[in-house]
Antibody
Framework: QLQLQESGPGLVKPSETLSLTCTVS??????????WGWIRQPPGKGLEWIGS???????YYNPSLKSRVTISVDTSKNQFSLKLTSVTAADTAVYYC??????????????WGHGTLVTVSS | SYELTQPPSMSVSPGQTARITCSGD??????AYWYQQKSGQAPVLVIY???KRPSGIPERFSGSSSGTVATLTISGAQVEDEADYYC???????????FGGGTKLTVL
């Protein structure tokens, strides 16, 4: 069974860079059938897609975050990562990683990590 | 940028039918997906590709899409269906995922 696990600091200072890694087990991140993505949810607010990456390194980002976001993949470690620069309190959220099955007419997030809370505070 | 619009909240009595809408210009050509999220829990997929129900999801959950509006229907809503419901889809390019703002469903 595929599993995804987020890891990284739970506390980040304002203006610094948030870095998270998602480790995939039970399947290969290099599968040509899937993309891999990050989603976040601020406390008490809705879900927000951050971006997605293909094993080749091809990326798509939320336009509202694009200037601050980098998603990368390390196929040798079966991991993909998120970096969000110049964070503020508004970036405090539960961050989820997920697998994305991308089709011609839709994209399904079919497996999710448990999520990790990242708080931005000095 | 592309947006999906949901009503912020709705309320039904137990046994009534709840219909939650999701509006977006690309929905005629792109599937809608629906997640249920109960307080303090991770989202659970309840409908995918407009109208398909994952295994384990009760039959009272159904989905449909017509034109620019996708609809999640809960027929005979139960108290345990009280949750936030999110639709999501992609823009016309298919490369950018968008979530609706979420609908808080109260069943009482």
């Amino acid at each position: 069974q595929l599993q995804l696990q987020e890891s990284g600091p739970g506390l980040v200072k304002p203006s610094e860079t948030l870095s998270l890694t998602c480790t995939v087990s039970g399947g290969s991140i290099s599968s040509s059938s899937y993309y891999w993505g990050w989603i976040r949810q601020p406390p008490g607010k809705g879900l927000e897609w951050i971006g997605s990456i293909y094993y080749s390194g091809s990326t798509y980002y939320n336009p509202s975050l694009k200037s601050r976001v980098t998603i990368s993949v390390d196929t040798s470690k079966n991991q993909f990562s998120l970096k969000l620069t110049s964070v503020t309190a508004a970036d405090t959220a539960v961050y989820y990683c997920a697998r994305l099955t991308k089709g011609a007419a839709g994209s399904l997030f079919d497996f999710w990590g448990h999520g990790t809370l990242v708080t931005v505070s000095s | 940028s592309y947006e999906l619009t949901q009503p912020p909240s709705m309320s039904v009595s137990p046994g009534q039918t709840a219909r939650i809408t999701c509006s977006g210009d690309a929905l005629p050509k792109k599937y809608a997906y629906w997640y249920q999220q109960k307080s303090g829990q991770a989202p659970v997929l309840v409908i995918y590709e407009d109208s398909k129900r994952p295994s384990g999801i009760p039959e009272r959950f159904s989905g449909s899409s017509s034109g620019t509006v996708a609809t999640l229907t809960i027929s005979g809503a139960q108290v345990e269906d009280e949750a936030d419901y999110y639709c999501y889809s992609t823009d016309s390019s298919g490369n950018h995922v968008v979530f609706g703002g979420g609908t808080k469903l109260t069943v009482l």
